[in-house]
Nanobody, 124 residues
Framework: QLQASGGGLAQAGGSLRLSCAAS????????IAWFRQAPGKARMPVAS???????DYVDSVKGRFTISRDNAKKAVYLQMNSLEPEDTAVYYC????????????????????WGQGTQVTVSS
């Protein structure tokens, strides 16, 4: 089970840190990704991190967002800096059980488990 948190209201140029907490004993066997869905739009990928720590980002957040994981705390984080109004969306974390060397990347269909979303609103 995944629980996303940390959303809120931020001004353009500001920062937020999202957390995705997982229950269960096999968190370290999962790749994790963040997706987001803006009002009236389809859900889109944001960033992913594999079991080995390999990361991938959608172009629009490269250099601004950083995904990281702490297996001891069973958590994945999304540090979001230099926020833009276009980042306003509901953010979801998702997980996929994988072998160590597999990198599922940013394809939504690759992920099997989804948490509830957390709202991020960026004002101009």
């Amino acid at each position: 089970q995944l629980q996303a948190s940390g959303g809120g209201l931020a001004q353009a140029g500001g920062s937020l840190r999202l957390s995705c907490a997982a229950s269960g004993r096999t968190f370290d066997r999962h790749a994790i990704a963040w997706f987001r869905q803006a009002p009236g739009k389809a859900r889109m990928p944001v960033a992913s991190i594999s079991r080995s720590g390999s990361t991938d980002y959608v172009d629009s957040v490269k250099g601004r967002f950083t995904i990281s994981r702490d297996n001891a705390k069973k958590a994945v984080y999304l540090q979001m800096n230099s926020l833009e109004p276009e980042d306003t969306a509901v953010y979801y974390c998702a997980a996929k059980s994988t072998i160590l060397t597999y990198i599922p990347g940013l394809e939504e269909s690759n992920y099997d488990y989804w948490g509830q979303g957390t709202q991020v609103t960026v004002s101009s």
